[in-house]
């Protein structure tokens, strides 16, 4: 590209926006397929049991889970996204449940699952709501339960004065998650988008449910 994007133009959000805004287009996001990152986590086996994927958008992940034969859940709040999500579902038969919800509510929705994904909803998030999506996720997670996040990297370039989603450290990853889960793996990948064949400097972290002797 002659230029590099604007975090903007790359994530297409700006907290506070109307989430069905952002679905009035194909966001960049949305890229028609799952992410590589994700793609090869199912491949090695290391998603399994009931699998809840958070801020699931069209739910292309949720459906490569239910072609694994596993028992996938999808929320979001986007009502845009979850009737693609729904269409596409119905169009290759897939037996799935997509759910209107907060993923900063987990404990409100009272289930437990084996695996959690996590595809560019954690970097979105505030200060002030880490510590109750922490707790939520830990209260949703079975023992032993993973967590598999991707989310942007401060590697990535910000431009002053523009709204996008948080750079993440590895500081960050492991401060806002020290005490709930233990963190098993920050390793550098890429948040693969429309607009750039090049994608997003990004981290795929793991991390495990644990009792608290473990952690």
Same mark, same amino acid.
């Given at each position: 590209?002659?230029?590099?994007?604007?975090?903007?133009?790359?994530?297409?959000?700006?907290?506070?926006?109307?989430?069905?805004?952002?679905?009035?287009?194909?966001?960049?996001?949305?890229?028609?397929?799952?992410?590589?990152?994700?793609?090869?986590?199912?491949?090695?086996?290391?998603?399994?049991?009931?699998?809840?994927?958070?801020?699931?958008?069209?739910?292309?992940?949720?459906?490569?889970?239910?072609?694994?034969?596993?028992?996938?859940?999808?929320?979001?709040?986007?009502?845009?996204?979850?009737?693609?999500?729904?269409?596409?579902?119905?169009?290759?038969?897939?037996?799935?449940?997509?759910?209107?919800?907060?993923?900063?509510?987990?404990?409100?929705?009272?289930?437990?699952?084996?695996?959690?994904?996590?595809? @560019?909803?954690?970097? #979105? $998030?505030?200060?002030?709501? /880490?510590?109750?999506?922490?707790? =939520?996720?830990?209260?949703?997670? %079975? +023992?032993? @339960?993973?967590?598999? #996040? $991707?989310?942007?990297?401060? /590697?990535?370039?910000?431009?002053? =004065?523009?709204?996008?989603?948080? %750079? +993440?450290?590895?500081?960050?990853?492991?401060?806002?998650?020290?005490?709930?889960?233990?963190?098993?793996?920050?390793?550098?990948?890429?948040?693969?988008?429309?607009?750039?064949?090049?994608?997003?400097?990004?981290?795929?972290?793991?991390?495990?449910?644990?009792?608290?002797?473990?952690?």
């Amino acid at each position: 590209m002659a230029e590099h994007l604007s975090p903007d133009d790359i994530s297409g959000i700006n907290p506070g926006q109307p989430l069905d805004d952002l679905y009035t287009h194909r966001p960049p996001w949305d890229i028609g397929r799952p992410q590589s990152a994700f793609l090869g986590l199912a491949r090695s086996g290391a998603i399994r049991g009931r699998v809840l994927d958070i801020g699931c958008g069209t739910g292309e992940h949720v459906l490569m889970c239910a072609g694994l034969g596993l028992d996938a859940t999808g929320l979001d709040l986007a009502d845009t996204a979850l009737r693609t999500a729904r269409d596409k579902a119905h169009r290759r038969g897939a037996a799935v449940r997509f759910l209107h919800h907060d993923a900063r509510a987990l404990t409100a929705l009272g289930e437990r699952f084996d695996t959690v994904l996590d595809c @560019g909803l954690f970097h #979105m $998030l505030a200060a002030a709501d /880490r510590a109750r999506f922490t707790a =939520g996720l830990d209260a949703s997670l %079975r +023992l032993g @339960g993973r967590y598999f #996040m $991707l989310c942007f990297s401060e /590697r990535e370039p910000s431009e002053p =004065g523009t709204v996008g989603p948080h %750079r +993440l450290t590895r500081d960050d990853i492991t401060t806002a998650f020290a005490g709930t889960l233990r963190v098993d793996s920050i390793e550098p990948s890429v948040i693969e988008i429309t607009l750039d064949p090049a994608g997003v400097q990004g981290w795929l972290v793991a991390m495990t449910k644990v009792s608290a002797l473990e952690q």
